[in-house]
């Protein structure tokens, strides 16, 4: 309908909509920050973002020339910097996506058991914001618990977010499975 291809009635997860509240409680409604309530998540999930792919590729490469370079092509040879201007919950995938790589694609007596439950959260949190995009990390959580059964214990905290998204999207939408971005709940 057009309603939900102009952005009017469109339904999110509350993954990222979560982060803005902060901003908007703190400001008043003159204040930019409640017209721009996405502005310091957006900033921080950008500084993450660049900074574990720069830890990234020096943990995989332990030179630090070779991260500088990687981050100065990744930020130069991509409007990444525009591409954070706007808001969008394809930010918090993003941060998420390159932190579950970070955290868990690294020497196997490296990971800790900290490290799988925060990679966890961070796919949780992907599912709570845009739940198609779980995707992107199947192909690098399941061979890794596949190389390491001794860890799937450590997803439980995952399972509770995803549980609860479940839930709330069939509280709200009617359908647990149903795509928050492809109901209009306004229409009658």
């Known amino acids: 309908t057009p309603e939900i291809t ?13 982060l803005a509240v902060f901003s908007v409680i703190i400001s008043s409604k003159e204040d930019i920050l409640f017209h721009h309530g996405f502005f310091i998540p957006n900033l921080l999930l950008y500084v993450g973002t660049v900074y574990i792919t720069f830890s990234w590729i020096k943990q995989l490469t332990n ?6 370079v990687g981050v100065a092509a990744f930020l130069g040879a991509s409007p990444y910097l ?6 969008w919950n394809g930010h918090v ?17 490296t990971v800790t058991k900290k490290s799988v439950m925060l990679a ?24 890794f618990f596949i190389l390491n059964p001794k860890k799937i ?36």
């Open 153 to 188: 214990p450590y997803i439980f905290p995952a399972i509770i977010i995803f549980a609860l998204v479940l839930f709330s999207q069939w509280t709200y939408l009617g359908d647990p499975l149903q795509f928050p971005n492809t109901t209009n709940p306004w229409e009658e």
């Open 63 to 68: 030179k630090s020339w070779i991260s500088i």
């Open 93 to 109: 995938v993003e941060f998420a996506i390159i932190g579950i790589a970070f955290l868990l694609i690294r020497p196997k007596d």
């Open 6 to 18: 102009s952005g009017v009635g469109y339904v999110t997860g509350l993954g990222y909509p979560a």
């Open 120 to 143: 966890c959260l961070l796919a949780g949190w992907i599912f709570a914001t845009r739940f198609v995009d779980i995707l992107w990390v199947l192909p690098i959580l399941i061979p």
């Open 82 to 87: 525009i591409w954070f201007v706007e808001p």
